[in-house]
């Protein structure tokens, strides 16, 4: 429902080089990547605290309970996005993914840095009150660097440097690597994310 509100507004508005890859493929692709970076991170503010009934449990652990909200949320985002894309696929609004491997590649490394923000972000929020406030008002400033509303290709020079700063902007790359045609340029370095 959030893409396709935004599918509406490009649509109407001509967005650019949007048209190059199809606006809705390229919207979808950006938001559920979005919503994967938003969920993880914020349900990791106090997560301990808010789970604390579960670490009475001998075999749990807090690292368990970070691992399972972020591979929860891995999983059923990764579920909408394939409900949401199978029957564009189906009904040839959108082209079948070019490389299902580097699709799934680019998801869990998204996922993975994701998870790996919400971790730190779970232990600061227990020992600094301010973090909870902290957190939602950096997710919304951070969105410019996730690479959800723009490809790294159609930047200058010197901002395709700044954004390949960002592992949010090479993982998300990757993704749309094995989403998008092969005449769509997308630049990432694995190693980096």
Not at 64 to 85: C, K, N, P, R, T
Not at 144 to 154: A, C, E, R, S, Y
Request: glycine share 8%.
């Amino acid at each position: 429902v959030f893409a396709g509100a935004v599918m509406i507004l490009w649509a109407f508005t001509q967005h650019g080089r949007v048209q190059e890859v199809g606006l809705v493929l390229f919207v979808l692709s950006g938001y559920c990547c979005l919503m994967q970076w938003r969920h993880i991170v914020s349900r990791s503010v106090r997560l301990l605290r808010n789970q604390s009934a579960l670490i009475f449990h001998v075999n749990v652990r807090p690292l368990d309970l970070i691992a399972s909200v972020s591979a929860l949320e891995v999983v059923g985002l990764f579920a909408a996005f394939l409900i949401a894309y199978t029957p564009l696929v189906t009904f040839d609004f959108v082209q079948p993914p070019r490389d299902l491997l580097m699709v799934i590649g680019g998801w869990l490394i998204f996922g993975w840095f994701c998870a790996a923000v919400g971790l730190v972000v779970a232990g600061l929020s227990e020992i600094f009150e301010a973090v909870d406030k902290f957190v939602n008002a950096a997710l919304y400033v951070l969105i410019p660097l996730t690479g959800t509303f723009t490809m790294v290709d159609w930047l200058p020079q010197q901002a395709q440097t700044v954004m390949l700063y960002s592992p949010l902007v090479n993982a998300i790359e990757i993704f749309r690597g094995g989403l998008f045609p092969a005449d769509i340029a997308t630049h990432y370095d694995v190693g980096y994310t």
